[in-house]
């Protein structure tokens, strides 16, 4: 089956699925398969080391699909190479940009001025509505129960509030990792959902295997909330790994988190250093592995494609039993 929402057309996607922008998991091969599976995926730039290698991922994307693809970028100060960033998807005349932590308003102007659409994070109405202003074309609602950087509001008050107060598609990140999950953020108003821990969980992903058998296994129970990573508050598995590391930031770091000329410069040093530790994990030298709570729903590691239509053909019977289809979708067919 096909359903088709407003992010069908927004995006040029054939189901309203975005596999998420994971840290140290979305590479060129998943993107590919995404697009391939109509559905699409975010590729992060900080996951490649230098920006040739991640101008390198954009040409084999490119030379990999016809089909669309999205470059998430981190705009907030921390991220100083983020000029360089937005250049090089500008001249692979990427489609698809997604916003997270920080002001969109460059990446808008200039992906706009490229023909280009932008999705923005936002877990609050508030930043909704400022990203609206800004010309954002849709929304990125993270909600609490998300994979990485989570966050804090329940999707049940944090989608419908976007889509009354806010005005622009909203899409479900968080919590999503089947049919059901998207039946019920249809229903809420949502044009689609963003799933990021049913792909790590794929065959076309990179992440080492015991990541994948992690996923698989975990529970709710098994995840963990900290900012001890990157400064951000972010949903992690428990693993040998980050209990040695640790889950509280140490004081001094805190106390200059807390200072208003302070933060940004420590911020910055937080962001290069998860970085290297998530680099790390590629190289299977380091279990710093993060899953939202929809881990708790994957029971087996699939291909991009098997888990699309897997999805879809849970949605029907979602909708079939009386989910309901709600002011998100125009047509299941």
Not at 43 to 69: C, E, M, S, V, W
Request: charged content about 20%; some cysteine.
């Amino acid at each position: 089956m096909s359903l088709v929402t407003s992010l069908n057309a927004l995006l040029g996607i054939r189901a309203p699925i975005v596999v998420g922008p994971m840290t140290a998991v979305t590479d060129a091969k998943l993107v590919i398969a995404a697009a391939e599976a109509g559905i699409v995926a975010g590729i992060p730039p900080h996951n490649y080391r230098t920006l040739d290698g991640f101008k390198g991922a954009l040409r084999d994307i490119r030379q990999g699909t016809r089909g669309p693809f999205a470059v998430n970028l981190i705009v907030n100060k921390a991220n100083v190479l983020l000029r360089g960033q937005l250049d090089a998807a500008l001249e692979a005349e990427t489609p698809i940009y997604i916003t997270s932590l920080g002001d969109p308003r460059e990446v808008i102007r200039r992906a706009h001025d490229a023909g280009a659409k932008v999705v923005c994070d936002v877990s609050t109405v508030a930043h909704g509505l400022k990203v609206r202003d800004a010309g954002a074309d849709a929304l990125n609602a993270v909600v609490a129960g998300a994979g990485g950087h989570a966050g804090h509001i329940s999707p049940f008050a944090l989608v419908p509030a976007l889509v009354d107060r806010v005005g622009l598609p909203v899409i479900c990140a968080g919590g999503v990792a089947d049919g059901r999950g998207l039946a019920a953020a249809i229903a809420l108003g949502a044009c689609g959902v963003q799933m990021g821990t049913r792909f790590i969980a794929s065959r076309e992903c990179s992440v080492p295997d015991g990541y994948k058998r992690a996923i698989v296994d975990a529970t709710a129970d098994d995840l963990v909330l900290t900012e001890r990573l990157s400064g951000v508050m972010g949903s992690y598995l428990r693993t040998p790994d980050l209990d040695r590391l640790g889950t509280a930031l140490p004081l001094p770091i805190q106390l200059l988190m807390r200072g208003k000329r302070t933060r940004g410069p420590t911020q910055k040093v937080m962001m290069v250093l998860a970085s290297r530790r998530m680099s790390a994990v590629r190289r299977e030298e380091r279990a710093l592995w993060s899953a939202g709570q929809s881990a708790d729903l994957v029971h087996e590691i699939a291909t991009v494609r098997e888990i699309v239509e897997h999805t879809l053909a849970e949605y029907e019977r979602a909708c079939a039993a009386g989910a309901g289809v709600g002011r998100g979708a125009t047509s299941p067919a």
